[in-house]
C-alpha cells in the first residue's frame, strides 16, 4: 500500500470513528464482539488479568518517553501513563477523540496529545521507550511498514505493549471470512494471521505473551447448561486459567485464541 492509500485508508478510517456509521452486518458483529464476547471477558476475569499484566509490563515509567498510540480519548492505562512517565505523548487519527483526551491531561505538564497519522512524516517524535498500542497494530495493513515505523520510533531497547485479535482459530476465521465482503470497516480491520505474528516475533524479542478466548470463547455455551451459576462461572475461569498459561509457550495453543498482547522489544 503506496502512502496515498494509506491517507485515503485514514481519512476513511477517521470518518467511521467520528461519526460511528455501521452497516447491518457490522452492526451485528460489533453487537457480537462488545456484547456477548465482551460478558465473557468480564465475567471470567479476563479484562482485569490484562490491565495488571500491561500494568507490570510498563513497570517504573519515571524515566520514560512513552507513546499512546491510536489512543481515541485515551484507553484504561492513558492516564497511568500520563501521570507517571517522564514525557507521554498520545496520538490518533480522531481530532474529536484527542481532543477530549486533551482536556483529560490538561493539567499534567510533560504529556501531550496530538491528532496525527503515525505513518505520516508529520510525527517526527522519536527515541520512545514504550509505545503502548492497545487494540491498534491490527489496524494497518502494510505490517512491514507498521514493523519499520515501530523500529524507527523506539530507542535502543524500546518495547512494545500489544493487544490485538487474531484470525487463527479455523471457527473464527471461518466466521470473519464470511462477513469480511459486508464489513464496513475491512479496509483498515486486519486481524493477525500467522503470517502476521512471525513478522513480529521476526523482527522483535516477545518477551512475554497471553491468548485469550481459546477454549474461554465458548464459554458462552456453558450458560445454557442446567448448572448453578458458580459453576457454570467455575468452568469459564479454568478455560481461561488454560488460555492463558498455555498459550505463553505454545504456538499451535495460541493460534486457537482470539485475542494476543505482547510484550516486544527492539532487536538490534
Not at 10 to 25: D, L, M, P, S, V
Not at 34 to 62: A, F, M, P, T
Not at 163 to 184: A, E, G, V
Not at 240 to 247: K, P, V
Request: charged residues 30%; positive net charge; proline residues 3%.
Amino acid at each position: 500500500m503506496n502512502s496515498k492509500e494509506n491517507l485515503e485508508t485514514n481519512i476513511r478510517q477517521t470518518e467511521f470513528y467520528q461519526n460511528k456509521k455501521k452497516n447491518f452486518a457490522t452492526k451485528i458483529w460489533f453487537s457480537l464482539r462488545n456484547g456477548i464476547l465482551q460478558k465473557v471477558r468480564k465475567s471470567i476475569g479476563v479484562e482485569k488479568q490484562i490491565h495488571l499484566l500491561h500494568l507490570e509490563w510498563c513497570g517504573d515509567l519515571s524515566n520514560k518517553k512513552v507513546l499512546d498510540l491510536g489512543c481515541y480519548e485515551g484507553n484504561s492505562l492513558s492516564m497511568h501513563l500520563a501521570l507517571n512517565s517522564k514525557k507521554y505523548i498520545a496520538i490518533d487519527l480522531s481530532e474529536k477523540g484527542i481532543a477530549h483526551l486533551s482536556k483529560r491531561i490538561k493539567d499534567i505538564p510533560n504529556a501531550k496529545a496530538f491528532a496525527m497519522d503515525f505513518l505520516s512524516e508529520e510525527f517526527t517524535e522519536k527515541d520512545f521507550d514504550l509505545i503502548y498500542a492497545y487494540g491498534v497494530l491490527h489496524h494497518f495493513k502494510d505490517v512491514e511498514m507498521l514493523i519499520g515505523r515501530l523500529r524507527e520510533k523506539l530507542n535502543t531497547n524500546g518495547t512494545i505493549i500489544s493487544n490485538d485479535p487474531l484470525q487463527t482459530s479455523l471457527p473464527i476465521k471461518l466466521i470473519r471470512t464470511i462477513y469480511r465482503p459486508f464489513q464496513s470497516d475491512k479496509d483498515w480491520e486486519w486481524p493477525f494471521s500467522k503470517k502476521v505474528y512471525y513478522q513480529f516475533e521476526s523482527a522483535f524479542k516477545i518477551k512475554e505473551r497471553r491468548a485469550m478466548l481459546g477454549k474461554a470463547k465458548w464459554f458462552f455455551l456453558v450458560n445454557f447448561l442446567p448448572l448453578p451459576a458458580e459453576k457454570k462461572l467455575a468452568i469459564g475461569k479454568k478455560w481461561h486459567r488454560e488460555d492463558w498459561e498455555r498459550s505463553r509457550d505454545s504456538d499451535p495453543y495460541m493460534f486457537r485464541c482470539m485475542h494476543l498482547t505482547m510484550l516486544m522489544q527492539k532487536r538490534d
